[in-house]
């Protein structure tokens, strides 16, 4: 019966939507201007004799990737080649891009200037002179440069420090310990110019150990509080493996997120990259390997974007390297998704695999709520971070906040902060692992008295920190008016509604007025209605909510296949201070209007059909839901701490067939459960089976074998399953209770109840 219901609704619907007008879509609010940070940055590149073509070639790529892929038009960079000088005339050290900003031309131009890089011949001098190359990228970082600005210096080389034929080193037999002097001198004074150093190792010489001291030994404040934004040295095989890794390397110092694409293809060939929802700014990084492969780029919406600079579908577009083996296009606000990167050449230019990456930065934001917002003291709380995108869209997938830290602390009057663990394990109190909702408990302390501040800060690389918080009070008792929502998980479309179910309740002999909104959510997204509801002295009832989702016109190419969408849904009782009754999460999935014809065609047959029976059915499910929750004839027993049944009583209908109201009496005495209007309980029947019980503002399942702690030492259970005929068994201790007691029962009559059931 129940399908059949949803079916006929569910044709109803559709039927109806199609004779009603379209409505007027607003106008989507305009986005916050996202902010790129710079970095000052050089690139020193080993040119010693040792390099093989292929070492050269990988050094200049990854020069390239990391200088046209930075998302930031304020950064600068320096590149310079390196060696040894071991006579007089040779140098060092050979700049090839002096200090360039990386606005549309700068990128163009250091695009073209790292080709100047090469390998030394045996006469210009070939040896490793690390101290020399440390010098001049820290010279280079710190001569006329913003000290506020991070300083970072990268190091590629294929060996070791070798600087036994450099005369500057001193005589001969010294010349190895001097370069060891002069390396620690080097590192002292690039620490002391707030100068990171990331060496990068590849080939079989280079000396791991070694280049684990450089990196420990410059400036070790990264550009974000954690471990992964820490200078560290990497080492890879071969050349093949440079590039990647040098933007990950880079990706770590500059707080920008890599995905690295698939496997390298030959063109023709297309492959597919992601970009996070979370990302305001990216650079997709194609390295060709030979400058007559043509690029082009295709959007999550199936669009081709263009590669000059300019404004397409809301984002900013900027390609530099069109022309070179490496080309980057950035992206401002870039459309999140699966975007395609094309690769075509001409016969004779399809021999090289084309690499694909993204670089990007993003904004993580998130949404707290404290459950209950108004606890007593000695009561505990649950706390609930989600993360979300800056517009409200919900965070589901773990790698694009990867390396998350959560920090989070309780705070108040009467007592001293308390620090919060909130975990997305799937443990405890956090509902399931993986799924973006940070979740933890606490229990107020009882010193507490007056204002309650839960707050949480979110820290990851490549991820503006985000700190958001929750005020409450602590309640002086049991909260004379309350307001609990009930919303289902369900998506609908643009300009679609969601409708939950508001449980009120207003114990005291006056009105109060209560205040509904939504929050943590892009302005328009998400609407309540009503946004003010009335309740009458001694009302309890349940209210209509609908949750509305704004027209298609909002979302515009971001809809997708579907975005969830989730906001903060906030009760406030304006009569009594502006009291928090309810904060809590809601999300709801948008999904795309289909086509008309392809979704609605059996709509035209059956409409006439569903709309005689609409009435029928919906009379019929919304009686059978109600029955459905209605207590009466549940078995209510009072258990001891040992498990022995102190006290067995029958509940009757809930009020508005609703929550059935109870106390428990003389509870230290001779304890037993007893109907009353406002009582501390509530019971009601569970459309899975058993029941729910109400304690404090909070619901909690009772399963038809399980319990509910009521007090310190008496539990609630339901009654009355069967024991096949003939069984033995310890009967309850229920039997010699006093007589007189009222709505008391014997086991046969929990009959009904599972038969019911």
């Known amino acids: 019966m129940r399908r059949a219901a949803i079916s006929v609704l569910g044709g109803t619907a559709v039927f109806v939507s199609l004779l009603a007008p379209a409505g007027q879509d607003p106008v989507p609010a305009a986005d916050s201007e996202p902010a790129f940070p710079a970095v000052n940055y050089a690139v020193a590149v080993d040119e010693s004799a040792s390099l093989a073509a292929e070492d050269m070639k990988a050094e200049k790529a990854a020069a390239k990737r990391i200088a046209l892929g930075d998302v930031s038009s304020s950064s600068q960079v320096t590149v310079f080649g390196f060696a040894a000088a071991e006579k007089a005339g040779q140098r060092a050290v050979d700049p090839v891009c002096p200090r360039t900003t990386l606005d549309a031309a700068g990128r163009e131009e250091v695009g073209g200037c790292v080709d100047k890089l090469r390998k030394r011949k045996k006469s210009e001098g070939t040896g490793t002179d690390l101290p020399t190359a440390i010098r001049q990228g820290v010279d280079d970082l710190t001569d006329g440069s913003d000290a506020s600005v991070p300083r970072v210096l990268f190091l590629l080389t294929d060996g070791k420090m070798d600087v036994e034929d450099s005369f500057k080193y001193g005589d001969p037999s010294h010349r190895a310990a001097e370069g060891e002097r002069q390396l620690k001198l080097a590192l002292r004074e690039a620490a002391a110019q707030n100068v990171q150093i990331w060496p990068l190792g590849f080939g079989s010489d280079p000396d791991k150990k070694q280049l684990d001291q450089i990196a420990a030994g410059g400036y070790q404040k990264g550009c974000v509080a954690l ?50 929802p979370l990302a305001t700014v990216g650079s997709i990084v194609v390295d060709k390997g030979d400058p007559e492969v043509k690029i082009s780029y295709i959007d999550p919406a199936g669009d081709k974007v263009p590669t000059t600079s300019g404004t397409y579908k809301n984002s900013r577009f900027e390609l530099a390297g069109g022309t070179g083996t490496v080309e980057a296009l950035k992206i401002v606000d870039p459309l999140p998704g699966t975007w395609k990167v094309k690769a075509e050449a001409p016969e004779g230019h399809r021999s090289l695999p084309v690499a694909v990456s993204v670089l990007w930065q993003g904004e993580l934001r998130g949404a707290i709520t404290m459950d209950p917002p108004s606890p007593q003291a000695g009561e505990k709380v649950t706390v609930t971070m989600r993360l979300q995108t800056r517009e409200g869209y919900e965070i589901k997938d773990p790698r694009d906040y990867a ?21 997305d394990n799937g443990k405890g109190s956090d509902p399931e692992a993986s799924d973006g909702s940070f979740t933890g408990t606490v229990t107020i302390p009882e010193d507490a008295d007056g204002a309650l501040t839960v707050s949480a800060t979110l820290t990851a690389s490549g991820l503006s920190a985000d700190t958001r918080s929750e005020t409450g009070e602590v309640a002086p008792g049991e909260l004379p008016v309350k307001a609990p929502l009930e919303l289902p998980a369900g998506s609908t479309h643009p300009g679609g509604t969601v409708t939950g179910t508001l449980d009120v309740s207003n114990t005291t002999d006056a009105p109060h007025t209560l205040r509904l909104s939504v929050a943590d959510v892009k302005d328009g997204l998400l609407s309540v209605e009503p946004n003010e509801i009335t309740l009458k002295p001694g009302e309890q009832g349940t209210h209509k909510v609908t949750i509305k989702v704004s027209p298609a016109s909002a979302f515009g190419d971001r809809l997708g296949d579907g975005l969830p969408l989730s906001g903060t849904f906030t009760v406030v009782d304006t009569t009594d201070d502006d009291r928090r009754l309810e904060s809590t999460l809601v999300s709801v999935r948008v999904t795309p209007e289909p086509g008309i014809w392809d979704k609605y065609w059996w709509g035209f047959v059956s409409g006439a059909v569903a709309l005689a029976l609409a009435a029928v059915a919906v009379v019929a499910w919304l009686g059978l839901l109600k029955r459905r929750r209605d207590p009466f004839g549940l078995v209510l027993q009072l258990v001891s701490e040992d498990g022995t049944v102190l006290n067995e009583h029958k509940a009757g209908h809930g009020n508005n067939k609703q929550w059935y109201e109870f106390a428990v009496a003389e509870a230290h005495r001779s304890p037993r459960i007893e109907r009353r209007a406002h009582g501390p309980y509530a019971v009601r029947r569970s459309r899975e089976g058993g029941a729910v019980v109400r304690k404090g503002g909070n619901r909690i399942p009772l399963p038809v074998r399980g319990q509910v702690q009521l007090t310190d030492t008496l539990s609630l259970t339901l009654g009355g399953t069967p024991r096949t005929p003939g069984s033995g068994g310890r009967r309850s201790t229920y039997a010699d209770a006093p007589a007189g007691r009222s709505h008391e029962t014997s086991p046969s009559q929990g009959s009904a109840y599972d038969e019911f059931l």
Request: charged share 25%.
């Open 403 to 423: 390396g998350l830290r959560v920090r989070s602390e309780l705070t108040g009057d009467g007592f001293s902060p308390l620090a919060l663990d909130l975990a």
């Open 227 to 276: 471990p992964s934004a820490t200078p560290k040295a990497h080492k890879v095989d071969g050349a093949k493996d440079v590039g990647t890794t040098l933007e990950k390397i880079f990706a770590a110092a500059h707080c920008l997120r890599h995905e690295e694409g698939p496997a390298p293809q030959r063109p023709p060939s297309t492959q597919e990259i992601g970009i996070s």
